[in-house]
């Protein structure tokens, strides 16, 4: 007894507990693989449903056994049905719904209820029809929407309209045709017809056969009253008229002519949604071409998308490490993410699936014109920051020429009596202002890259006087000047050629004593020309092809300083060339670029 109640007692134990490590959570197997054989089972109930449909309209609504049935026959349509999920578990006020339907149904069933229970039954199988590749389940789902065809018109609609009602012989002919249909039905091989749990009813075709039937119905009814017919011919005309009309709309929708057809204008509106697709899309091109900013250019986009698409309430956008929101954040929520944008929309009502498309297209487009205007952000950035590179290479030969400088002066005064002399006064009077000057420039450019148009022009033959003094000590340089100076010349070009060449002739000076430099000066006054030639050894064939075109590694120090003198004159309107390169003459030449004529 103590053994059999201790097993009682671990018995009535919670699964899982510590008190049961024998116990293995299984699931229960029928509640488990109920949605699964509900699946496998659709084509059984759907026959199941349709012959009980069948024994109602035999019975008729009046009679306690054909009610019982209806009720029957929704309940294996609600099994069967393929909008909710056969796994879902209904909540009480929806069980109560069904409840109420099927018991007001069973009460109160008519003869018009059959009817629009049947049009409705023939729209959703007829939604399915065309969604089967497999012959096996589209001929038995076209077959479905025969039988459901046959019973409204040969005997539903007897029970709705009694004038309606065809010969004995025809509704004993209806009769034998559908029991031949449930045979060929169950007759078919089964094949695999859904690929999981979830079907999918195409509403536009379900729509179109519901409409096309209750023309049919009406027709009949309207040519039996106007035209006096029976109910038969009534019924063969209304489809041979329906036919004819159909046939016309096929051809005017797809027509051979050579223009679109109303096919082309429902395309067109099925595709951009009437105008507020259209009008946003020209605004966001506008709004590209104004906001360069993307935080700002999506801020004002997402606005738009609230105040010129009617269905969206508002939104939020998530881009990076910024957020922000638009519009009133309720209602039903569509998220879609593209790239690095996830766009968020609020719809007062569950859009269709051609908006959604159009949402997803327009989240498309926005993340890519942002992800357009990050990148344009980034290329201003890194050219900013190259030109402040460019900028801060060049002045830092305007630097080391200015230490050139200095270094001379400080040369001159540690001679004895240097302090005394007026020559070293003359110097310092000359040099130090200059010095001030320039250096003064040098940190004016360090503020901001400047172009052309920043550009100081100054007299040539200033210019000219002020290098002579300069160069006046060096006594392996010679300058020489062609002709009148006149006119003008951009300073900061003209001086930082001289100063980067005169530089690097100075180190090639070092490694040979006996180099000399001579510098020429001269030509028309809207194009002055400077020459720089020594006769030392020739430039490497390696470091000259690339002496203008970027940076070169050299001991020498060729290469950084004149390619920043190049791109400076080059901006400028000038050119700097290698003119002849050669052992004992390596000439550089300074002048106006040539314009080619036009």
Known sequence: MVGCRASLESAYLPLGSPSRPDLILVPYPISASLPARLVSLRRGLLLALFAALYVVLWQGPGTLFGRTLFVAHLGLFILWQPFVHTGQRLSLPSLLAVLTVALLAGIYLKGWMITMWIMMLAGIVGGKVLLYDTRAARLFYLLALAFLVLALTLLAAPLTVPQAKPPVEIVWLGHASLLCLLVVMALLPQGQEVDGAREVVDFVYSLFIFLLLTVLMLGSLAAMLLLGSGYVEALLQTMLVTGVVLMLLGVVANPRSGFAGIGGLISRYLMSIGLPVEQWLQALSNLALEEEDPHAFLEKACVEIAQRLPWVKGGEWIAG??????????????????????????????????????????????????ADKQRAQALRQ????????????????????????????????????????????????????AITDRLAETLAKLNAPQGSSALRWIEAGEWWREQTQRLAALDWVELRSEGELEGELPLEVYSGVLDNLL??????????????????????SDGHELTVTDD???????????????????ESGYGIGLYQAARHAEAAGYRLELAENRDGCVRFLLGKTVSMPG
């Not at 530089?503 to 430099?517: C, I, S, V």
């Not at 030392?536 to 940076?551: K, M, R, V, Y």
Request: net charge positive.
């Open 321 to 370: 490490g910024s957020r922000g929101s638009f519009g009133v954040s309720s209602g039903r929520r569509w998220e879609f993410s593209h790239g690095g944008l996830v766009l968020v929309l609020f719809t007062q009502h569950a859009p269709s699936p051609t908006l959604i498309w159009h949402y997803n297209l327009l989240a498309q487009l926005l993340a890519q014109f942002h």
């Open 536 to 554: 030392g050894s020739a430039i490497g064939a390696s470091i000259a092809a690339a002496l203008f075109i970027g940076p070169v590694s050299s």
């Open 382 to 433: 890194l050219s900013y920051m190259r030109a402040i590179h460019e900028t801060g290479a060049r002045l830092t030969h305007d630097v080391k020429n200015l230490l050139q400088s200095l270094n001379t002066l400080c040369s001159a005064g540690i001679e004895p009596d240097a302090e005394a002399s007026p020559e070293y006064q003359s110097l310092l009077r000359r040099q130090l202002p």
């Open 503 to 524: 530089r690097n002739a100075a180190e090639k000076h070092l490694r040979e004593p006996g180099l000399k430099l001579a510098l020429a000066f001269g030509g028309p």
